[in-house]
């Protein structure tokens, strides 16, 4: 069974940054699909970045140019550096590791940006 963990989550002020981080239980960062979606109140999930084959990254349009998707795989974690951030980004942020037709969460981790 694999096991997600997400942290890094917290309250930051409209423009700050907040570094989020993923750990893998097992030996999956190679064979898995890494992704990191987001859940706001009353809203469902949504995809915010994940990792496509070739190497590349993709992104939700709205946080292009402010969101960085990163992986370590000797640490089998996985980074969402986050900046000039939004009251909109407010949100639960999971990440997601798909391995063939399987789905692993993890419980998430509270973003909350407010002044």
């Known amino acids: 069974q694999v096991q997600v963990v997400e942290s890094g989550g917290g309250l930051v002020q409209p423009g700050g940054s907040l570094r989020l981080s993923c750990v893998f239980s097992?030996?999956?960062?190679?064979?898995?699909?890494m992704a990191w979606y987001r859940q706001a109140d009353g809203k469902q999930r949504e995809l915010v970045a994940r990792?496509?084959?070739?190497?590349?990254?993709n992104y939700a349009d709205s946080v292009k140019g402010r969101f960085a998707i990163s992986g370590d795989s000797a640490k089998n974690t996985v980074y969402l550096q986050m900046n000039s951030l939004k009251p909109e980004d407010t949100a639960v942020y999971y990440c997601d590791a798909a391995l063939g037709a399987i789905n692993y969460w993890g419980q998430g981790t509270q973003v909350t940006v407010s002044s």
């Open positions: 990792f496509v084959s070739g190497g590349g990254t």
């Open positions: 097992g030996n999956i960062f190679s064979r898995a699909s």
